[in-house]
Nanobody, 127 residues
């Protein structure tokens, strides 16, 4: 069974920084692209960022471009981790953030392209 475990959410003031982490088995990560989505209360989940595991190319939603950075760490023996560094945070970034795995080499920018999801981590940005 595939497990994705997120961590790093929390409470931060506007302009601050948070790093989210998503860890899963190396076998899964090696065949997939990884994405971060966020769900604002009362709305559908929206794409934030994604990374191709094969070449590390990153993709961003316009709303986070220039402020967020997605990266990966595949140096450990049994697990891989994908990070989302979130800088210059705004109150409108407040949401539950989910990491997800896609079987596509080129990461989809829509949630239906992902078949495994983490449990989500809350990010709250105060003004």
């Amino acid at each position: 069974q595939v497990h994705l475990v997120e961590s790093g959410g929390g409470f931060v003031q506007a302009g601050g920084f948070l790093r989210l982490s998503c860890t899963g088995s190396k076998l899964m990560f090696n065949t997939r692209s990884m994405g971060w989505f966020r769900q604002i209360s009362g709305k559908e989940p929206e794409f934030a960022a994604a990374i191709s595991w094969s070449d590390g190319r990153a993709y961003y939603a316009d709303s986070v471009k220039g402020r967020f950075a997605i990266s990966r760490d595949n140096t450990k023996d049994t697990v891989d981790t994908v990070y989302l560094d979130m800088g210059t945070l705004k109150p409108e970034d407040t949401a539950v953030y989910f990491c997800a795995a896609s079987p596509s080499v080129v990461p989809p920018l829509y949630r239906n392209g992902y078949d495994y999801w983490g449990q989500g981590t809350q990010v709250t940005v105060s003004s």
